[in-house]
T-cell receptor
Framework: DTAVSQTPKYLVTQMGNDKSIKCEQN?????MYWYKQDSKKFLKIMFS???????INETVPNRFSPKSPDKAHLNLHINSLELGDSAVYFC????????????FGNGTRLTVT | QKEVEQNSGPLSVPEGAIASLNCTYS??????FFWYRQYSGKSPELIMS????GDKEDGRFTAQLNKASQYVSLLIRDSQPSDSATYLC???????????FGKGTSLLVTP
């Protein structure tokens, strides 16, 4: 059974479009995250939710909007996609801080053309 | 965002040797430290976590933490070609609700 699953695995779209990435975890964790990994492989935190409440919102354009319908799901909606949004987006989860490590999903490779 | 620094490498070691990966961090109050391994095209997977000063061993892996020097390292004994990957150092943030990652060290183990 997949612990943290995200869909789709690949997403190719044109500039200006709106797209969503979905994430679900079955680990019973309280905290979920979105990370962006750029072409230089640097993993950067975007958002963190704890029990459906937004905890961290790093300097991310407001075209990115996370939504957490319940503590097992954290989706990411991106409006008006730009070329610079091309990256791999990872969802992750952890026990409520100061808990243990993050468990990552398999990533979504977003390519904006 | 507080910084986590790693040498990007590549670090090349022969099969059977010890690989030593280093990481420094800037936030003195950090309490939790992690090493992740990431193969190309895959997601990061946890190798080790360490919370107290000293050494922690798990199989061929040893994590070392020195909070006074703000330094954490990972030793891989008897390196295997399958250990070739990027190793990411991660430090829990002040808020406790995220990890800050270094840019990773690329390790190449040659047969």
């Amino acid at each position: 059974d997949t612990a943290v699953s995200q869909t789709p695995k690949y997403l190719v779209t044109q500039m200006g479009n709106d797209k969503s990435i979905k994430c679900e975890q079955n680990l019973g964790h309280d905290t979920m995250y979105w990370y962006k990994q750029d072409s230089k492989k640097f993993l950067k935190i975007m958002f963190s939710y704890n029990n459906k409440e937004l905890i961290i919102n790093e300097t991310v354009p407001n075209r990115f909007s996370p939504k957490s319908p319940d503590k097992a799901h954290l989706n990411l909606h991106i409006n008006s996609l730009e070329l610079g949004d091309s990256a791999v987006y990872f969802c992750a989860s952890s026990l409520e801080a100061p808990g243990g490590p993050l468990h990552f999903g398999n990533g979504t490779r977003l390519t904006v053309t | 965002q507080k910084e986590v620094e790693q040498n990007s490498g590549p670090l090349s070691v022969p099969e059977g040797a010890i690989a030593s990966l280093n990481c420094t961090y800037s936030d003195r109050v950090s309490q939790s430290f992690f090493w992740y391994r990431q193969y190309s095209g895959k997601s990061p997977e946890l190798i080790m976590s360490i919370y107290s000063n000293g050494d922690k061993e798990d199989g061929r892996f040893t994590a070392q933490l020195n909070k006074a020097s703000q330094y954490v390292s990972l030793l891989i004994r008897d390196s295997q070609p399958s250990d070739s990957a990027t190793y990411l150092c991660a430090v829990r943030t002040n808020s406790g609700y995220a990890l800050n990652f270094g840019k990773g060290t690329s390790l190449l183990v040659t047969p």
